[in-house]
């Protein structure tokens, strides 16, 4: 087995070679005062002083600090009160007021205080809203602990300008990981620049001076072995670590004497060599020592072969490696005591599954659980590198393997966006900038100017920042439909995938990007997928003076999940703007159907589906535009959707779609059985969507003499909200909400709750439907700006005292939108 | 019912296609490109030129070989002037990357961008080799200039555009996306044989900090020069950085491609001298290959 020090005196050699190199930069770009930050930065330090030598060529020193004392600097004067809270709540977790008083106050606080009493006995939970109550109350134990953190405020800044000597740029170096200390720094004391310096970064929100050295993600990426150390960041923490407290009170504040003592703990902290952590930390020194003179190249080289070994070492662990790499327990800090096993005793009592999902280091923990055979398999699953679809790695022809260098015009990958358009100059100019944006490059856009004017087209293409090699225009002197057009421009370019992108619709910049990655992937190609579908906003808007007014969007036809034959035989749903195909499906159809005025893309997608699947992809990321607001222009004449405006002539020729289909032979016969099979469902659905007219035709009948039998002022009908129905803007502002929330970063375990109520959106005219689908995701909706609040209280004295009136996550807009709307509330709007 | 089908980018596409600059410049194909050149500066004040693989023309040779032949003339100069023991090419080269990475990592950002200078980058290297500024620093500078300098070549049909630009009373301007300073790129460019008389001005993101691959250098540039986006026309080799960027800012722009033979030159330049370097592992220089 390769000694510890073999893999990791390398990989350690290199870090603090290049943090050199970065700090000699730093100090060259600006003076910089260099600051080493407690505890990691001690033995940081004395490692890079071995290497660079006792004159680094930058004026460095060690510096006193902690997530915690920075903390109580920011909380000062509640000068950056959000942040200060956001880390503490973060690492105190769900715990009572008062405990994270205590914590706050363990140096300060002679234990018979009764202030401290006072504080302690604050049971309720450590919250925002009731911690900056606190602070600014005005009782007695209140103005003692704010006068605590004021002097902490007061004593970093005196500290911070004794450290700095006058130099603007502070460099702050750790082992990482989001970089807190600085962002707290930077934010308390915003006339300071402050940059960092770290092993590795591990965090999403973005961070100008924040630099990483060896990694910077947020898990582990095959073929990138540093991020290895994602999955186990906990083995460089360990190593520089020092024997010694956290330094939790501030030099010259209310516990200087304190202050000085954990300073000094730190700076004279012994690596042990009978602990094994530290044994090794003293074998990277030493490794440094005789290595520090290598040329850089060395340097590099050895690292990197080191690297791909630690990668093996930390994803695939043996059980025999785990002691040497799993490091020390991991000491608690923010104020609280006591140490984390990295992996955890298999004697516990807990399953080896509970043992796994707390371990700091799984594959470790995984290695030492089960068997050989068993331990590879899970832990390459545990850090991204197996998954449910990996498993069939098999059957899909996924092994791996170096994918071939693509060229910029290859054919592979390459598509097809045609643009059918006719004197729609605002939409077309809208559609090129769709195109243009894709993130997508390998596309070829061709134009067809259905018999509209060409020279209004030809200036939207010179203005489009588009590669020229990538446009083709086809321009007919007068028009030869929908379809004809189309088979133009799908003829006019050689590529592998053909979208039709309508003048009038758009894309998110992703789209092109995510459905050539589906239909190129293996799995996609071993299920015949030869077209793949998106999700789809459908837009609302209208054209008024020369301009297109956006009037809202809601998910267009939400309930599809897939695409099946027998859902297409029913009726065509889905637009061309979302559908991706293999240019062969479509040569093998022979095009789309040039007869039709209408329903061409309805009968192609039937043809397609015949001969091959489409595959779906979960996101919204494409946009059916629809003008169905206003008048004029903008709903009949040329900027008319054919949907919209041309609604009875897909009546006319549905029944010449469907029967011209059955009667094709080139089609299978099961095409026809599906057709007639689906004929029986329409009627159906006919007849049901006629009931339902009628009951609410009833309904509404019923509701209107009950109104005119009951007393009470009588409203102008015109400006009237319904009562009783869910109002477009509530319903707007819901799906908006869940929408954008499903879309953002959020826990698993609150994903898993939106994503079955998102599927039935839908449905929120049901009461019952749309009280479940608030309640269950009521932490994703807000209340709307316009929601008066006070008003409904006012009205509704019933929910004074119950979870909607603003505990946990409900609020009285839920209580509206559950009960309010069925009891015949009206909306109370602000302004 | 007639039909007609107009293909964009000829020029381009056969500018790309060529199998070296001369091929399409030299040749009569190239009296298209300056006719569109001319039509559409007519409506333009300013007229920009892109100079890297524009204006100055590089050869065969990758980035990675450019910083070898200035790393091994280093070593060159440094053991002739006998200021002792000098580490070997490799460690210089190493050097060079390095230490170009970090100063485009650490720069400080403006409005989201970054850029290395040529001067950070050479203090940097010359530091982390462990030797002495001075006489270091100047020795380095000065090799990376001549290696440049040995290895570019102007472009004659570049030239001509730019006497047209003055001759029909524009403004003639570079601007490029470069850890060189302007003062630097002017010496490479005279060096190279060219007059800088008819150029009223070099932009260089060195100087700047934004660039032109995020649009921001020609905000900056309409600015200085006082005009409007649209009566700018741009020539350059990036098609992001010379034309969809200046593009979307609302300039006129000629997109003037590189050879793809010269790019799978400079590919396959690259490739070698990766494999070259490697010891008992790969040295993993970070150093983006040519993209084709």
Known sequence: MTKPVDVLGPILLNWIAQLDRKLRFLDAREEAKVLFCTRAGKRIKEQLDIYAGPEPGYDAELFGISRISAVKAGLGYLRNFDQAFSVSQESFGPTPMGDVCAAFLKNFAAGHDPRLHALKALRGEFRGDNFRVLLAANDEASRWFRDYFEKSHDAMRRHLDELRGGRSHVVLVDTGWKGSIQRLLQSTYGDIRFSGVYFGVMDHAPMEERHAVVFDALGYHEGRPETCLAVHRHLIESLYEPAAPSVEEIAGGPCADIAARQLAAVLGEQPRAEDRSDALYLDVLAYTEAHRSDPLDVILERAHAAMKELERILIFPKPEEVPDYQGKPRSSDFGREGFVPVIRPLDDGETPETRVSRSLWQPGQIALEYPASVARDLQARIVGLGNQANYFTGYTGDGGGETAEAEEFSREGSVAIVTRTKDRPLLLERAMRSVADQTWRNYHWVIVNDGGNREVVEEIIARAPIDRRRITLVSNDRSVGMEAASNLGVRAVDTEFVVIHDDDDSWHPEFLSRCVGFLSSPSARSAGFEGVLTRAWCVSEEIRDGKVIHHGQTPFQPWVNDVTLFQMAIGNFFAPISFVYRRSVYDDIGGYHEKLPVLGDWRFNIEFLARANIGFIEEYLSYYHHRDVGNGNSVSGVYQNSVIGGRSVHAEYFPVVVNDLIRDGNLPPSVATVLAQAHLVRILEHRFNMTDQKLAALEERLGSQAAASSPGPVVPAETEEPLGVLLQTDRDHVVGALLAAVRSDLPEDRRAVLEPLVARLHQLDDPETRARIVREACFAIPSPADFDHISYLKKRTDIWATPFNGFEDLKPYHHYLIHGITDGERRPTTG | ?292
Request: net charge negative; hydrophobic share 40%; aromatic share 8%.
């Open chain 2, 1 to 292: 019912m007639a039909t007609e089908i107009t293909t964009y980018g000829r020029e381009e596409r056969e500018i790309y296609e060529a199998p070296d600059f001369d091929s399409y410049y030299g040749s009569g194909r190239a009296q298209a490109l300056v006719d569109r050149f001319e039509a559409m500066l007519a409506g333009a004040d300013v007229c920009s030129f892109d100079v890297f693989d524009t204006v100055l023309l590089r050869d065969a040779r990758s980035e990675l070989e450019r910083f070898a032949d200035v790393a091994a003339e280093f070593v060159r100069r440094a053991g002739r002037a006998g200021h002792g023991q000098v580490p070997s090419v490799r460690t210089c080269l190493a050097a060079r990357v390095l230490a170009a990475s970090t100063a485009y990592q650490m720069s400080r950002p403006v409005k989201g961008c970054r850029e290395g200078r040529f001067g950070d980058i050479v203090r940097n290297l010359v530091a982390s080799l462990s030797l002495p500024e001075d006489p270091f620093a100047e020795l380095w500078r000065a090799s990376e200039f001549e290696i440049e300098a040995a290895q570019l070549r102007g472009s004659p049909f570049i030239e001509n555009l730019v006497d047209l630009a003055v001759a029909r009373g524009k403004t003639v301007i570079f601007i490029s996306d470069m850890y060189l300073s302007a003062e630097e790129i002017a010496r490479l460019v005279e060096t190279c044989g060219m007059s800088l008389e008819k150029v009223s001005r070099i932009f260089s993101s060195a100087d700047t900090v934004v660039n032109k691959r995020s649009g921001l250098v020609y905000d900056l540039v309409c600015g200085e020069c006082g005009v409007e986006p649209g009566r700018i026309l741009h020539l350059g080799d990036s098609l992001e950085g010379d034309f969809l960027a200046a593009k979307r800012r609302g300039l006129e722009a000629i997109h003037l491609p590189v050879p793809k033979a010269l790019m799978r030159q400079r590919l396959d330049s690259h490739r070698r001298l990766m494999a070259e370097l490697a010891g008992e592992s790969p040295l993993p220089l970070p150093i983006a290959p040519p993209a084709l």
